[in-house]
T-cell receptor, first 114, second 110 residues
Framework: EPEVTQTPSHQVTQMGQEVILRCVPI?????FYWYRQILGQKVEFLVSFYNNEISEKSEIFDDQFSVERPDGSNFTLKIRSTKLEDSAMYFC????????????FGDGTRLSIL | GEDVEQSLFLSVREGDSSVINCTYTDSSSTYLYWYKQEPGAGLQLLTYIFSNMDMKQDQRLTVLLNKKDKHLSLRIADTQTGDSAIYFCAENNAGNMLTFGGGTRLMVKP
């Protein structure tokens, strides 16, 4: 069964450094998402992306964050200048269409900011 | 704003049925989802239900939706030790943004 893959599984970065999290969505999916889960808290929506532009974003997704689909397969989340509070599990998801079709999630990247 | 609530913990014996409950606040949600998370793994989609349905059955899983009370439940029949995991309910709102509950940790005792 096709799946969403994320790399790396664990990323350790110094505060203030830039980090890029990578995702390969399911190949025939058109909508892509990032969520995060801070330890002990709920999974939170960050951003959705379609047709090479952001569809929706939450309050969390401020100017420090950006997303990109650099080629036909990858979908990336960049955090420009990381803060301690960015430490979390980041999940990528994709879906075939927008409303109704379920989102399929990757295994996540655990980001640790030192 | 939208909120989804679940109880934190459920313990059952192997072979019994498990019922995991969820309440949500957004009456405009069109779909509600159940995801399973095993240790160290991502969110695995288990099942989902359209808001105009009351019930959906998929093998050992039964989803019940009470739209009036904004209550969703997931019943797992003949629960196995492999069902031990965290179960998240989620609703979609404002397009396809998912709002998740905090997760229910299901422990299955042999």
């Amino acid at each position: 069964e096709p799946e969403v893959t994320q790399t790396p599984s664990h990323q350790v970065t110094q505060m203030g450094q830039e980090v890029i999290l990578r995702c390969v969505p399911i190949s025939n999916h058109l909508y892509f998402y990032w969520y995060r889960q801070i330890l002990g808290q709920k999974v939170e929506f960050l951003v959705s992306f379609y047709n090479n532009e952001i569809s929706e974003k939450s309050e969390i997704f401020d100017d420090q964050f950006s997303v990109e689909r650099p080629d036909g397969s990858n979908f990336t989340l960049k955090i420009r200048s990381t803060k301690l509070e960015d430490s979390a599990m980041y999940f990528c998801a994709s879906s075939e269409v927008f409303e109704g079709q379920p989102q399929h999630f990757g295994d996540g990247t655990r980001l640790s900011i030192l | 704003g939208e909120d989804v609530e679940q109880s934190l913990f459920l313990s059952v014996r192997e072979g019994d049925s498990s019922v995991i409950n969820c309440t949500y606040t957004d009456s405009s949600s069109t779909y509600l989802y159940w995801y399973k998370q095993e240790p160290g793994a991502g969110l695995q989609l288990l099942t989902y239900i359209f808001s105009n349905m009351d019930m959906k059955q998929d093998q050992r899983l039964t989803v019940l939706l009470n739209k009036k009370d904004k209550h969703l439940s997931l019943r797992i029949a003949d629960t196995q030790t492999g069902d031990s995991a965290i179960y998240f309910c989620a609703e979609n709102n404002a397009g396809n943004m998912l709002t998740f509950g905090g997760g229910t940790r299901l422990m299955v005792k042999p």
